[in-house]
């Protein structure tokens, strides 16, 4: 019998400390939705500012995007196999994609390449978004850091400088609501 009071005891200094350690909270890896060990970094590095701004100022019409998974404008055509395609590419970001500002389609993919690029699974990571990239017929730059581009020179490099944007189909009409226009 005392070892039964004894063995409860323990498990209930464990469960007390463990509660206190955050291991039986709620929410997802066993810790608690109250405790988020993150912090905010900053979307672009130094050397990617600067390049944003030398895009934002060769490329007054179009839009600038930044740091955009390479899921949100590449899909998998029906018929294949969505899950085993999509795992190839669905963690690759672009460090700049170049839009046509009527309908957002893509004008040109831009990557930054600097010494990381040399270590083997930023080439693999490389490969993988030149190809897909390729496959959907994105045209792709890949820009060295060294020496950054000017403005100048962007339009010529992305083979860009007189190109004008696709005619769009046009838009339907969007209805627009006011709050008191709601209806539940």
């Known amino acids: 019998m005392n070892s039964i009071v004894v063995l409860l005891l323990i498990v209930a200094v464990a469960i007390v400390a463990a509660k206190k350690l955050g291991l039986l909270g709620k929410g997802r890896g066993g810790q608690g939705a109250e405790r988020w060990p993150v912090f905010p970094k900053r979307v672009l590095t130094p050397v990617e500012q600067q390049l944003y701004r030398r895009l934002v100022r060769a490329f007054p019409e179009h839009v600038v995007l930044s740091q955009v998974a390479l899921s949100q404008f590449v899909g998998v055509r029906k018929g294949e196999d969505f899950r085993a395609i999509s795992n190839r590419y669905n963690r690759l970001v672009a460090d700049f994609v170049l839009c046509h500002p009527r309908d ?37 730059h890949r820009l060295d850091v060294n020496p950054l581009p000017n403005e100048a020179d962007l339009p010529t490099l992305l083979g860009l400088g007189v190109v004008a944007a696709p005619p769009s189909p046009p838009m339907a009409q969007a209805r627009v609501f006011s709050l008191g226009d709601r209806r539940s």
Not at 115 to 132: E, G, L, M
């Open 104 to 140: 957002f389609s893509i004008a040109a993919v831009i990557e930054l390449d600097d010494r990381s690029h040399d270590h083997p699974a930023r080439q693999d990571a490389d490969r993988r978004k030149t190809a897909v990239c390729k496959a959907a017929g994105i045209p792709l």
